[in-house]
């Protein structure tokens, strides 16, 4: 069974570039949730997605986008790239809370390290 | 408010039992997590317990409620080099599923 997956390792890029992260969940998961965890800081939540919408927005600017794919798998954009947002970018998949209320607890990806020259 | 406080550094022996504290202000959270991180990895879910509950125990780790002083705390039995890691408390509030972290408590245990 496989766990949730994230693409790439580790990216470097420059200022004011646009950036996408990708993210496939553990199998059998339908929600998609996206955490920025900067250096020596716990993560902070971005946004959810569930049936290919935005149901749930942390307090992020609107460079921060995502989309989610019929087969469930989810992308992040960050457009206009700046220092700051050099961090760990963590995917979290769970099964909607619909189904269960204790099914619903997020199971984490490697991340993504993301470094802002 | 929605947050989330832990002690930063936490140092024992081999053998000993770490005890982690963690505490809260949302009193609508519903399910309170613990999760483990090494270094340049991802997080590993390690328990949870449903805000109605008291204790919850799984192997080595015990997890404590006080939903009264909103104060959760993780127990670990014999701690070992291989449980070196930071580990974050998280909050999941009823409004939705977004989770709440804490700063970390960074575990180190001396041989």
């Known amino acids: 069974d496989a766990g949730v997956t994230q693409s790439p390792t580790h990216l470097i890029k420059t200022r004011g570039q646009q950036v996408t992260l990708r993210c496939s969940p553990k199998s059998g998961h339908d929600t998609v949730s996206w955490y920025q965890q900067a250096l020596g800081q716990g993560p902070q939540f971005i946004f959810q997605?569930?049936?290919?919408?935005?149901?749930q927005r942390g307090n992020f600017p609107d460079r921060f986008s995502g989309h989610q794919f019929p087969n469930y798998s989810s992308e992040l954009n960050v457009n206009a790239l700046l220092l700051g947002d050099s961090a760990l970018y963590l995917c979290?998949?769970?099964?909607?809370?619909?189904?269960?209320?204790?099914?619903?607890?997020?199971?984490f990806g490697p991340g993504t390290r993301l470094t802002v020259l | 408010g929605e947050d989330v406080e832990q002690s930063l550094f936490l140092s024992v022996r081999e053998g000993d039992s770490s005890v982690i504290n963690c505490t809260y202000t949302d009193s609508s959270s519903t399910y309170l997590y613990w999760y483990k991180q090494e270094p340049g990895a991802g997080l590993q879910l390690l328990t949870y317990i449903f805000s109605n509950m008291d204790m919850k125990q799984d192997q080595r780790l015990t997890v404590l409620l006080n939903k009264k002083d909103k104060h959760l705390s993780l127990r670990i039995a014999d701690t070992q080099t291989g449980d070196s890691a930071i580990y974050f408390c998280?909050?999941?509030?009823?409004?939705?599923?977004?989770?709440?972290f804490g700063q970390g408590t960074e575990l180190s245990v001396k041989p």
């Open positions: 997605y569930y049936e290919e919408e935005e149901r």
């Open positions: 979290a998949s769970s099964l909607d809370r619909t189904s269960g209320r204790a099914r619903d607890t997020q199971y």
């Open positions: 998280a909050e999941r509030g009823d409004q939705g599923g977004k989770l709440i």
